[in-house]
């Protein structure tokens, strides 16, 4: 079913193309370095050992140029997580999210992503992949409005976007459909928001 999501007013829909563009231009002229990689990746494992044993965590197949979450597969999975990867449908619908394993059959999906062969579960934690960053929680993606309509449907989920520090920008405009995110983990520090007011940056 195609969840409704109106467009951006043209106004908001400029200063994103804008910005977005941007962004990409500066990702593609810097790539992270192994260090940088292996910062994020326990930042982002930190976060999820605050969940109960046995809860659901999505991550993310990586698009090319994207952070590599990958190493944390068998990591999380190995302290008792259920680690769910999304399977990305037509444009304007959800993303569902479905149980890897080690083994497990791996389907190739859009954008030159994989997805398990497995069932569907609803995370409790979801890590969402960003081009840029601010403190308020805003988060710019790459315009396909994926991760918006999914965290909609989510509203119990933890929802926590990744990215390199060098991702921050002073300000992501924001429509009434961005979904604001809880935190964001970096390669440098964890931030916490709440109620739209940075709590951090933290290390706990």
């Given at each position: 079913?195609?969840?409704?999501?109106?467009t951006?007013?043209?106004?908001?829909?400029?200063?994103?193309?804008?910005?977005r563009?941007?962004?990409?231009?500066?990702?593609?002229?810097?790539?992270?370095?192994?260090a940088?990689?292996?910062?994020?990746?326990?930042?982002?494992?930190?976060?999820?050992?605050?969940?109960?044993?046995?809860s659901?965590v999505?991550?993310?197949?990586p698009?090319?140029g994207?952070?590599?979450?990958?190493?944390?597969?068998?990591?999380?999975?190995?302290?008792?997580?259920?680690?769910?990867?999304?399977?990305?449908p037509?444009?304007?619908?959800?993303?569902?999210?479905?149980h890897?394993?080690?083994?497990?059959t791996?389907?190739?999906?859009?954008?030159?992503?994989?997805?398990?062969?497995?069932?569907?579960?609803?995370?409790?934690?979801?890590?969402?992949?960003?081009?840029?960053?601010?403190?308020?929680?805003?988060?710019?993606?790459?315009?396909?409005?994926?991760?918006?309509?999914?965290?909609?449907?989510?509203?119990?989920?933890?929802?926590?976007g990744?990215?390199?520090?060098?991702?921050?920008?002073?300000?992501?405009?924001?429509g009434v459909?961005d979904?604001?995110?809880?935190?964001?983990?970096?390669?440098?520090e964890w931030?916490?928001?709440?109620?739209?007011?940075?709590?951090?940056?933290?290390?706990?």
């Amino acid at each position: 079913m195609t969840i409704p999501h109106d467009t951006d007013p043209p106004a908001l829909a400029g200063a994103k193309a804008r910005l977005r563009q941007h962004c990409r231009a500066m990702r593609e002229g810097a790539s992270p370095t192994m260090a940088q990689e292996q910062a994020l990746r326990a930042g982002i494992a930190a976060r999820v050992d605050t969940l109960s044993p046995g809860s659901a965590v999505a991550l993310v197949w990586p698009l090319p140029g994207e952070l590599d979450l990958r190493p944390l597969f068998g990591v999380l999975h190995g302290r008792g997580y259920r680690v769910l990867l999304p399977f990305t449908p037509p444009r304007g619908q959800p993303l569902s999210f479905h149980h890897w394993h080690p083994g497990v059959t791996m389907c190739n999906g859009r954008f030159a992503t994989r997805h398990p062969d497995g069932h569907a579960y609803v995370p409790d934690m979801v890590f969402v992949p960003l081009l840029a960053f601010d403190r308020r929680g805003g988060r710019l993606g790459y315009g396909g409005g994926y991760y918006d309509r999914t965290l909609a449907r989510l509203p119990h989920a933890v929802a926590i976007g990744y990215g390199l520090a060098a991702q921050e920008v002073a300000q992501i405009p924001m429509g009434v459909h961005d979904v604001p995110l809880s935190g964001i983990v970096t390669d440098r520090e964890w931030i916490r928001y709440i109620a739209g007011h940075v709590d951090g940056p933290a290390r706990d």
